[in-house]
């Protein structure tokens, strides 16, 4: 079960509200509507998403710089990986269906 670190509903901010409208301790969450959670965890998962994808390209500058000893093909390799991390928001609607391009051997 996924649990928000944080919604703002109205002016308040909530903390710890699972999925189905309880607290993490299992209190109910009165007044916020179940489509407003949903759509609040869906969005802090795409945060987390870019998050990871911006770490993975810069983790992999390193291949991009001109004097680097890769060959053409490594080169090409790792240019379609860091395209695959940059698609990644426009090519899948729902976070829950990202997969994540495979690393090139170096």
Do not use: C, H
């Amino acid at each position: 079960m996924y649990i928000l670190n944080r919604i703002n509903y109205q002016g308040k901010d909530y903390y710890g509200v699972r999925e189905d409208g309880f607290f993490a301790d299992g209190q109910l969450m009165a007044g916020i509507p179940i489509s407003v959670i949903k759509n609040a965890i869906e969005q802090e998962k795409w945060q987390k998403i870019r998050q990871k994808r911006d770490q993975l390209l810069s983790s992999s500058d390193w291949t991009q710089v001109a004097d680097y000893p890769l060959s053409e093909a490594q080169k090409n390799a790792w240019s379609v990986y860091r395209q695959a991390l940059r698609d990644i928001p426009e090519k899948f609607e729902v976070s829950d269906s990202i997969v994540w391009p495979e690393v090139p051997n170096a």
